[in-house]
T-cell receptor, first 109, second 112 residues
Framework: GQNIDQPTEMTATEGAIVQINCTYQ??????LFWYQQHAGEAPTFLSY??LDGLEEKGRFSSFLSRSKGYSYLLLKELQMKDSASYLC??????????WGAGTKLIIKP | IAGITQAPTSQILAAGRRMTLRCTQD?????MYWYRQDLGLGLRLIHY???????GKGEVPDGYSVSRANTDDFPLTLASAVPSQTSVYFC???????????FGPGTRLTVL
């Protein structure tokens, strides 16, 4: 079966660094996506990895290991506005996204 | 219109009623999608369309139908609503199957 696992909730301090992990199992693989979703709003795209390694984009970085079926999203210099849910999604061989339930990130001052 | 819009924003519906959720995008994207999002679960794909004139079934298609008469519009119809269809529905689009998806603001549907 297809499955995406990520922690339900994480707490971090403003100004710190947090890493949100995701393990995936998909039928075929066409990349790994991360989205951000603020409460009551639509998901918005953060990153896409299809090759192994780290992709850096400002304060956010995403890492992929295809051999381990593993990805993480790294958020640096945390700000209060980063409080949101972070959704991990793997794209299968049919180009359909399989979504995790999301990790709710709580930022404390 | 800028991006992707959905209507209505929210709706309370009696069980057994027919309902169409509307979705329109102005980005000329080929692919469009309908998802439902329930607490504690990931987004689940209901139906999708890779290009105008074609549609396909996703993970949870039962009780829903779609049409794609043109590039811009992708309505989702519940033929006879049931309480288990209470959810937040998101429409999304992308310019190709492998690219990022852009989401509409969502429709919160309650079926009583």
């Amino acid at each position: 079966g297809q499955n995406i696992d990520q922690p339900t909730e994480m707490t971090a301090t403003e100004g710190a660094i947090v890493q949100i992990n995701c393990t995936y199992q998909t039928s075929g693989f066409n990349g790994l996506f991360w989205y951000q979703q603020h409460a009551g709003e639509a998901p918005t795209f953060l990153s896409y990895n299809v090759l192994d390694g780290l992709e850096e984009k400002g304060r956010f970085s995403s890492f992929l290991s295809r051999s381990k079926g593993y990805s993480y999203l790294l958020l640096k210099e945390l700000q209060m506005k980063d409080s949101a849910s972070y959704l991990c999604a793997g794209m299968d061989s049919n180009y359909q996204l399989i979504w995790g339930a999301g990790t709710k990130l709580i930022i404390k001052p | 219109i800028a991006g992707i819009t959905q209507a209505p924003t929210s709706q309370i519906l009696a069980a057994g009623r027919r309902m169409t959720l509307r979705c329109t995008q102005d980005m000329r994207h080929n692919a469009m999608y309908w998802y439902r999002q329930d607490l504690g679960l990931g987004l689940r794909l209901i139906h999708y369309s890779n290009t105008a004139g074609t549609t396909g079934k996703g993970e949870v298609p039962d009780g829903y139908s779609v049409s794609r008469a043109n590039t811009d519009d992708f309505p989702l119809t519940l033929a006879s609503a049931v309480p288990s269809q209470t959810s937040v529905y998101f429409c999304a689009s992308s310019d190709s199957r492998v690219n990022e998806q852009f989401f509409g603001p969502g429709t919160r549907l309650t079926v009583l």
